[in-house]
């Protein structure tokens, strides 16, 4: 049997202390999922608007009543008369599902869920029905502001309405829908 020297000894313990001390970062993340799209669209249950107006560049001039359309995450405007002297007016807020971050080994993230909102144009207001896995919110002030908040897989929004008349607030938008 062959003794080993005193530096063969040396050179085997500080490998041994060099393996032990290896930590391997693993920073080969793949991309990100993709953002999520936004849809909207305007309907109505029993009696159609008597106009609707709204700021969204993405909505058309004339758009049809239970259609989506692509929209970009935002806060728009609208106005909808139920008849020549009342109407509701507010704001919409669309927005969206982020995509998830990549993962290690090169994994990428999940993509972001598409959202979509429809504003029902009732002559009580809008309503939303909602699903056990929803986090949804809804109050009216006493003053008549209607306050929709809703949060799912589906849907990312909040609404702010209210009820006047023509003398109470006068509009001055061009209708998108006759």
């Not at 793949?30 to 107006?53: E, N, T, V």
Request: aromatic share 18%; charged share 25%.
């Amino acid at each position: 049997m062959k003794r080993f020297s005193i530096y063969t000894w040396i050179i085997a313990l500080l490998g041994i202390i060099q393996l032990q001390s290896c930590i391997i970062y693993d920073t080969d993340y793949g991309p990100d999922g993709r953002d999520g799209k936004a849809f909207f669209g305007i309907d109505y249950d029993y009696y159609q608007p008597y106009s609707y107006w709204d700021n969204n560049p993405s909505v058309p001039t004339n758009p049809f009543f239970g259609e989506f359309y692509r929209s970009y995450p935002g806060i728009y405007e609208f106005e909808y008369f139920i008849n020549s002297n009342e109407y509701w007016y507010g704001t919409y807020e669309i927005n969206i599902h982020r995509g998830e971050q990549g993962r290690p080994n090169g994994t990428a993230g999940r993509d972001g869920l598409d959202t979509y909102l429809r504003l029902i144009c009732n002559p009580n207001g809008f309503y939303f029905e909602s699903t056990n896995d929803c986090d949804c919110y809804r109050s009216v002030s006493d003053d008549g502001t209607i306050i929709s908040e809703v949060k799912d897989k589906d849907h990312s929004f909040r609404i702010v309405m209210k009820k006047t008349t023509i003398e109470e607030r006068p509009t001055y938008h061009l209708a998108k829908k006759q």
